[in-house]
């Protein structure tokens, strides 16, 4: 049994060009606006940043 070491892995470059190739549609405004409020009261700053961008890209305004 041969095996080539070490197994090749996709780069992260490779990976983020695979997954830009395909749609992927946005979960419903109630899910984005529930992970918002935890990560909100979880402290994740991150989270929160990526959220609210999120619900802008789908056209939602956290204060309407």
Same mark, same amino acid.
């Given at each position: 049994m041969s095996t080539k070491w070490p197994i090749p892995r996709p780069t992260e470059s490779a990976a983020l060009r695979a997954v830009d190739r395909t749609a992927r549609p946005l979960p419903a405004y109630p899910a984005l606006f529930a992970g918002l409020l935890? @990560?909100?009261?979880? $402290?994740?700053?991150?989270?929160?940043?990526?959220?609210?961008h999120l619900? @802008?890209?789908?056209? $939602?305004e956290a204060g309407r």
């Open positions: 935890v @990560a909100n009261a979880t $402290g994740d700053r991150r989270g929160t940043n990526l959220l609210g619900i @802008a890209r789908v056209g $939602g």
